[in-house]
């Protein structure tokens, strides 16, 4: 057996076992029933959701109920470990996707979030004690949850906040009997503690006046103490567990505090300890199918490379010419630093422009990252343009060694046949996300990262955002392959070498942001919160750039293949995770 057809063997095994696993757990082994509603809210936009049902809940058996709303630029699986553990102590469940996140309509913060939606929804179940409702919400969840409670008062009983805040970003503010029966879960290292609650270090928002007020006292807040009088509905608690932002989603101890404050304030759960929970093996297990998508990417293109349409694609890569030396090093140390230190700057000239969202760029963190990748594109390819006019032309270098063009010359047909293998390439890997995700319920993820399938409208907003992200790669790939690659390298040294010029940026970035947090202070940069989050996203998907480029170029001897898949593939991977925040 080939190396080639055992890996992708071992990715349809990894996909199945994952899938599998992943659908056990939500299901906790079927016995809970998980299924997907829509249904209207406010001005007719529809909210699309997952209803979390224990077997034995019924009409004449009702059981308590919880609306566990996801945060910013994320959709309702994120809140599945929130969602798993609830459902698991007998508490029906509803996840929505906020408004133009996931499957919702658009556009994004329209209807307080749609926390009033789907509270208004759950109150509308025959099989839900509407006397016993909880609201749980993550960061702009929060405030979903918190102004769902200001618009319906007595539809809900208790409320959980995880990094989040009252009086913020239209939320309420909180005063000493408002919400009702409120836990705030504001972790330790959260990222965003000025945007929140106006200090810099996470755990000073102890002292500060806005949560003093709504504890009614004028001591320090002490985590894990209760003030107030549940039964009285001025309940207050606060814990911080010792996770970031994003970490209360993986958070035993974060997910923890929100089952216990519900135990304590809601009727008619089981009684289950808080610390008995078994949502990681669903995060374990959309990992591992994660994971088999990945490794069937190696299998994949030399295969379809190889089927008639694309043979005459094959090809060697030419004897490269690359930089030198320790000239080398410096630019490898230019191509791992550009895209890090723009980042922050380059992705605000859309909004420093004054460009609103439209139906044709609607979804506005996506435009920031194209705004961005363009700017580097741009910037790389003219020092590239000068490399080659003042050193390397002198070497012979041409359009070939670049892997611009065949041994025949530049041709246009290898461009559009190259776009063709990778949506050939492209559309396998889909189908396998589309048959897990028809089969077991769930999709390929981990933490903040997903794949998840597209919307007929987002699949529509993708085929624009792709054109730029198509051409940002091809510049990535000339430089990649044209001035960095070295021809003597394994395939596995090169994607190696590969894997930390695209890779190691970001983790350097990450690094310097968290290294001063963790210490007890505030981030490098404590202005940029958000976008700190969203660079770990570039982890996972440049690590995949970085297994596509290697192969691709040492089945095509071109960049345009593997510039076309990394191209097509973020976009949807971005698209699809994106808030969408035009009204179409």
């Excluded at 798993?84 to 102590?89: H, K, L, N, T, Y």
């Excluded at 008062?153 to 029966?181: C, H, L, M, Q």
């Excluded at 001063?516 to 750039?545: C, H, V």
């Amino acid at each position: 057996m080939s190396t080639t057809l055992r890996t992708a063997l071992i990715g349809i095994v990894l996909i199945l076992l994952g899938g599998f696993l992943a659908n056990r757990i939500q299901t906790v082994s079927g016995e809970v029933d998980v299924s997907t509603v829509r249904f209207a809210g406010n001005n007719g936009l529809i909210t699309h959701a997952r209803l979390y049902v224990p077997n034995g809940v019924t009409n004449d058996n009702p059981a308590p109920g919880i609306v566990a709303i996801h945060g910013y630029i994320n959709s309702n699986e994120t809140q599945s470990g929130f969602a798993i553990e609830f459902a698991r102590r007998g508490y029906v469940v509803l996840a929505p996707d906020q408004t133009g996140h996931g499957y919702s309509d658009a556009p994004a913060f329209a209807n307080g979030f749609g926390g009033m939606d789907a509270l208004a929804y759950m109150q509308t179940l025959p099989f839900v004690d509407t006397d016993n409702i909880g609201l749980e919400g993550h960061s702009m969840g929060g405030w979903s949850s918190l102004v769902a409670a200001s618009v319906m008062p007595d539809a809900y009983k208790s409320i959980v906040i995880e990094g989040s805040s009252t009086g913020t970003f239209g939320a309420p503010d909180g005063t000493a009997t408002w919400p009702r029966n409120l836990a705030v879960v504001f972790s330790a290292y959260d990222e965003f503690s000025q945007l929140m609650w106006g200090v810099e270090v996470p755990t000073d928002i102890r002292s500060t006046d806005k949560l003093k007020t709504l504890f009614n006292t004028d001591e320090t807040i002490e985590p894990g103490k209760l003030y107030g009088d549940i039964d009285a509905g001025t309940a207050r608690i606060l814990y911080q567990p010792p996770v970031t932002h994003p970490g209360d989603h993986l958070s035993t101890e974060a997910i923890g505090y929100a089952i216990d404050w519900f135990d304590r304030t809601l009727e008619g759960g089981q009684p289950i300890p808080a610390s008995d929970q078994i949502w990681m093996w669903k995060e374990f297990g959309t990992l591992l199918a994660l994971v088999g998508m990945v490794l069937l990417i190696p299998a994949i293109i030399p295969a379809l490379a190889n089927t008639a349409p694309f043979q005459s694609l094959q090809g060697t890569p030419a004897e490269p010419k690359p930089i030198v030396g320790g000239g080398w090093w410096i630019g490898a140390l230019v191509f791992m630093t550009l895209p890090v230190v723009t980042l922050f700057p380059f992705k605000g000239f859309s909004e420093a422009w004054g460009w609103q969202a439209s139906a044709w760029l609607p979804q506005n963190i996506t435009t920031q990252v194209m705004v961005w990748a363009l700017g580097v594109g741009i910037i790389s390819l003219a020092l590239f343009m000068v490399w080659h006019a003042l050193l390397n032309r002198q070497t012979g270098a041409t359009a070939r060694h670049y892997g611009l063009a065949t041994g025949q010359g530049f041709s246009l047909l290898v461009v559009i046949r190259s776009l063709g293998l990778a949506l050939a390439v492209v559309g396998v890997l889909y189908a396998s996300l589309i048959a897990t995700a028809y089969v077991f319920d769930t999709d390929y993820r981990f933490w903040v990262f997903a794949i998840k399938p597209l919307s007929a409208l987002q699949l529509r907003i993708a085929l624009v955002y792709a054109i730029p992200f198509c051409l940002f790669f091809i510049v990535v790939g000339i430089l990649l392959h044209g001035q960095l690659r070295n021809g003597d390298w394994s395939f596995r040294r090169e994607l190696f070498v590969n894997w930390v010029l695209l890779m190691g940026g970001y983790a350097v970035l990450l690094i310097v942001q968290y290294t001063p947090l963790f210490l007890g202070g505030s981030m490098t940069i404590a202005s940029e919160p958000l976008w700190t989050i969203i660079a770990f996203q570039f982890l996972p998907l440049m690590t995949i750039a970085a297994l596509v480029f290697t192969v691709a170029y040492r089945t095509t001897g071109t960049v345009y293949t593997g510039a076309f898949i990394n191209g097509l593939l973020v976009t949807g991977v971005v698209v699809a995770s994106q808030a969408t925040h035009y009204a179409f």
